[in-house]
């Protein structure tokens, strides 16, 4: 089978007008009149964004939802996707179905479709690459700065998924899910839209990604962690001798939003929120000076490492 054969045969399908059947050597879009595009990239290497060997759909629904969720953050709503699959050379392209399926999955959960992308071999480990196109009404997709002294600092969500997603694939505690299909915010978007001054995405830690909006913004913050929610099972691990709230605040793809918003919003946030699936919940604030502060108890609190870094 050759190359055109596998994008007809699993690709295609997935294709909507956009991506005209996957038969030119473009797509086609034009943006809604009176909003911006938003678009983010993302890319997943065999072995360090996910395990050796596997390139079921599970690999397929994570690439679309880890770009999704940078949409998110952005307050953008999604359009669509381009795809570049770089696989392993001697792979049983039967394999090829079990991706495009987690594609197919995920497209149509989050309504977007596949609009083209490249389809190569490759000496060396799986690379697998997502751009996501998304929209938002001019002018209003939030940013990374954009924070000021006095903003409240808010969390969709809970931390710990990431971590907890991760022994789930490669200690066999817990449900895989977890790890494969991180939910991304797309119903916060209302809310930035409205009241966000900005925004993040946790996809290096809660504290490595906080830090990015603070010195994009030229501000400082405190955090009390007290204030972090947390689902009961997580509470019990906490408070057990295993956990460690360090953890947590570190490790990363947890794929919530993190977002500034001046307090005089608050009411607003809350009851906009109160009908969301997921909490979102006041944590912190921002101040003048550099550098984020965490409290717990009161009392400074100091970490190891703020999050994940390749380099």
């Known amino acids: 089978m050759n190359e055109f054969d596998l994008i007809g045969r699993y690709f295609a399908p997935l294709a909507g007008p956009e ?11 034009s943006p809604t009149p009176g909003f911006d595009l938003v678009l983010t990239k993302d890319s997943m290497v065999e072995g360090v964004h996910f395990p050796n060997g596997e390139y079921g759909a599970g690999v397929a629904e994570r690439l679309l939802r880890v770009n999704l969720s940078d949409l998110a953050a952005k307050a953008a709503s999604p359009r669509g996707y381009l795809l570049s699959l770089a696989w392993p050379k001697q792979i049983d ?3 090829m179905a079990d991706f495009a399926a987690g594609l197919k999955s995920a497209g149509e959960q ?4 596949l609009w083209g992308g490249d389809t190569v071999s490759i000496d060396g480990p799986a690379v697998f690459s997502a751009t996501l196109i998304g929209e938002c009404p001019e002018g209003m997709a939030v940013k990374r700065r954009g924070a000021m002294p006095g903003h409240d600092i808010w969390l969709t969500g809970f931390l710990g998924k990431g971590y907890f997603g991760l022994r789930a694939i490669t200690e066999s505690k817990g449900n895989s899910d977890i790890f494969y299909k991180p939910p991304p915010r797309l119903e916060i978007k209302s809310i930035l ?18 830090s990015h909006v603070l010195k994009a913004s030229h501000v400082s913050a405190s955090v009390d962690i007290d204030k972090l929610n947390f689902p009961d099972e997580l509470t019990q691990w906490l408070q057990s001798h295993a956990g460690d709230i360090r953890t947590l605040l570190s490790h990363g793809d947890d794929y919530e939003v993190i977002f500034t918003a001046h307090s005089e919003h608050r009411a607003g946030i809350e009851s906009a929120a109160s009908s969301l699936p997921f909490d979102v919940t006041r944590v912190g604030s921002c101040k003048l000076g550099e550098g984020l502060n965490l409290l717990k108890d009161g009392q400074p609190f100091e970490l190891r490492k703020t999050g994940f870094s390749h380099f």
Do not use: P
């Open 93 to 95: 392209v039967a394999r």
């Open 110 to 113: 989050f309504g977007i479709k």
């Open 193 to 210: 839209r409205t009241f966000a001054s900005a925004s993040v995405d946790i996809s290096d830690g809660f504290a490595s990604d906080l």
């Open 19 to 29: 991506g005209q059947g996957l038969l030119d050597d473009a797509a086609h879009f």
